[in-house]
């Protein structure tokens, strides 16, 4: 099965759910990859500081689907924000890629330290233009932030991938989202390494409608027009986290989930995290 898609503010196109890809690496990752694009998956999403472009590219090129038919994500990393160094970044990423193109282009962090993130975008405007990114947009960008990027420049990123996750549902920033036409994007989606997907209401509604905790979980998502991006390494999760569109939660259950909110889980807050 394949995911329904979203409209994208720039005419593109997003599916519904994406597979990560973090931590996936060498003949394991390719072959993770591979089988998830033979599961269904058609977004794909790394970054540079991933380290994995090549394995992504690699499995694109062994998959038995046609690379028109992929969404691939990539990264700026914070060590290459300016203009003149995003535009080498991308030239860089689409080498490891062995790609001509990606679909879709992200400041992966701010750094409004460094202040930075306009030219950056200026870039990625450029980028697009040139048609070596067919989508641009950002991750872990603020209201604020993203106001100064149409402000300055003009053009609204089609895309702000964010945490997101029951326990930190950001309802201010989704409706933000909703306002200017920004399609939303989960990253740990699943609130790794936390007690989420043993949670009473979680396990509750599992029950009910005869899916695993982490369906219900990524149904949520799915129910909130986010674009949710879980990773895993194991075949059958995979194909279990792809099969969430079969049944649907009742606005009581989507608000008991999101009534689950207790704040970021690993203290990444736009306004003073680095990444470079």
Do not use: C
């Amino acid at each position: 099965m394949t995911a329904p898609e979203y409209s994208l503010r720039d005419g593109n196109s997003i599916p519904a759910i994406g597979l990560g890809t973090f931590g996936l690496n060498e003949q394991t990752g390719i072959g993770a990859i591979v089988s998830g694009i033979a599961d269904g998956y058609r977004l794909i999403d790394t970054a540079y500081n991933y380290g994995n472009e090549d394995v992504v590219g690699e499995a694109v090129r062994r998959a038995d689907v046609d690379r028109s038919d992929l969404v691939i994500t990539t990264k700026l990393p914070g060590r290459h924000h300016g203009f003149d160094e995003t535009i080498a970044s991308l030239g860089e990423s689409l080498r490891r890629l062995d790609l001509e193109w990606v679909d879709l282009y992200l400041i992966h962090w701010p750094l409004p330290r460094i202040d930075k993130f306009v030219d950056s975008w200026r870039a990625m405007i450029r980028l697009r233009e040139r048609g070596l990114a067919r989508s641009i947009g950002v991750s872990n960008f603020t209201p604020a932030m993203l106001d100064r990027l149409e402000r300055d420049t003009g053009v609204v990123p089609v895309v702000n991938q964010v945490e997101l996750h029951p326990y930190f549902p950001q309802e201010e920033l989704r409706a933000y989202h909703d306002e200017h036409d920004i399609r939303t994007e989960s990253w740990s989606p699943l609130a790794k390494r936390s007690e989420l997907l043993k949670e009473g209401v979680i396990t509750a509604i599992a029950a009910e409608h005869g899916v695993s905790p982490a369906q219900v979980v990524l149904r949520w998502h799915v129910e909130l027009e986010a674009v949710p991006i879980p990773k895993s390494a194991d075949a059958a999760r995979r194909r279990e986290n792809l099969d969430v569109f079969s049944f649907s939660l009742s606005n009581d259950e989507i608000e008991a989930i999101t009534a689950l909110s207790r704040g970021r889980l690993w203290g990444g807050d736009p306004d003073t995290h680095e990444e470079f």
